[in-house]
């Protein structure tokens, strides 16, 4: 069987019984029912996936940033020179990025994965070459990727779940750089959520109006040309993935469909794990139970991908930056709930008195 | 002078070049202009509070949980029984309580401050003993305390403030214990920030409909009581807290003057913090400049006076426990903001293209 579809039989939803132990445990806890509001939420899905109650707090993090180029920067869709990509790859392999800062606070490891840099990038430690093909066509006149491209790259992203989890990470956590990379996310969110290109187009890294606009018109072509090929995005993600996304949204969905299969939780960044998060929802649904929200970016189609994935972000701070950042920020949240429900002591335990009833 | 009235005099405004300084350094970073939100703002006030940019992160947090008891429980506003507050504060000693599992989560210490317990509390390294009075009185009927008792309590904050940051603290978080204390925290709501009764109260811990209107009837008596009493509010904070406060209100504000005075961030945990924080504010405008707002609290005042002092909290995840619960969650941002401007490197440093004009 080929790896994805080897994967996707592999996801099983997480474990009734721990989910059941942890709402029981949370009602005993020293505290009224209900006052750690989302973080008892969060406990409870970590004690599924883990299939024990308490679940272990994540200890050993890791962030993979997956990089990849984008053909339709050629329509103007950012200010910014597609050389950047790789600058901030180098940026990130000499700890400087913002990524690099987030981690080292929160205890993680960052890994970077060239899925789909345009230009040749040093492998290292750091830096892992997985380059499926040196950034996209231009999604506005034809197909970004062929479809073995696309699921050459989902492959990765299985791949490097797989290795991460193998070394002994208990949690994953997303990133990207790709400059141009809102442009096929707006693409997914408008075809996989059944939104506006009005809608799931935003301002990314901070475009004008008139650029807003064209980007706005480029993701509108981008849907009409999938539309008219005949693919039905939900019935055929794959395809949808090759049109109109990026090698390392490809990448990222791979990367969630591994990590559930591996049984760890994955932490999402902001709009660019979104959007590849849908394209996982679409191949396998319950890969969302396995998926936690970091964060709620600025850019505007995220609201809308995060409700049609049925999740509700930890961190919403205005943040619209990528590379992992809001994942990281939200990781002590990840670690204080499962913590609560191994370390708190119980109304029983501790002699306090309960509510009357 | 007496200990409030010197500490309020040594209260200055942040350092404007430090800030300017940070805000400078935030347009150099590897990164999109604003793209890091709310935590670039952060950064900035806490390189105004240190005086310097960029900031150091806070090393050394603890959190300080003022307990009180309330005689408006009389009254019936509160399913838990007053013994709760004694039986939590020995939960806090052992270590068992969620402002303990939270605070270790982020490298904080816990300090309990019996400032206002009905029964006899035992001191330690944990718990100290402050006790300004042994419970307030029914803050329906009568004064919750006296004028001098409320002088005293504040006093108790702000010693234990500076006693905190002698000892090497970087971060002061609040924390608080009380059954009933939802019930003063609205009465101060309602009087220090202008809004109604039924705005400005609750659910608290969780009571019912029948307990929310009678809860909801004795905050206005309260408030027709104090304006009977010929006392303005915003004339006279000290006036107001001593009519309808609590021992631990009291204390939480003097320890936001205490930090605020001894130079270092402050950061609030929900709605008693919130509360003693605009009688902090009614004494000292400048205070809030040191504040920072750990969360959002769902007690559904909060939202009021967190606009009234023109803060954003930091986390939004319904939490409505108390204890310091939602300031530990917080602190690993703040942590976070200063080391994103310390150690992300710039465009010039990285070699990283620029966005085009």
Redesign the interface.
Known sequence: MPLLEETLARIVPPDAGARRDAAERQAQ???????????EDLSVQLAGIARTCPPPAPARPVVAVFAGDHGVLAQGVS???A??TL??V??FR?G???V???A???GAEVVVVDVGVASPVAADAVVWDRNVRRGTADLRTGAAMRPDEARAALEVGITVATELVGRGHDVLLTGDMGIGNTTPSACLVAALAGVDPAVATGRG??VDDATLALKTQVVADALARLAASGAGPAADPLTTLAEVGGLEHAALAGYLLGGAAAGVPVVLDGYIAGSAALVAQALAPEVTAYLVAGHRS?EQGHTAALAHLGLRP????????GEG?GA??AL??V??AA??LA???TFD?????R??A
């Not at 930890?314 to 930056?321: G, K, Y």
């Open positions: 806890l020293t505290k009224p029912a209900g006052a750690l509001g989302v973080l200010p910014w020179p050389e950047v600058g901030m180098e940026n000499a400087g990025a913002a690099n800062v987030l080292r606070s929160c890294t901070g600025a930890l961190v919403d701070l205005d943040l619209r930056l950042s990281a920020l002590p949240l670690r204080s913590l609560v370390e708190m002591a335990s501790a002699g306090v008195a509510k009357e």
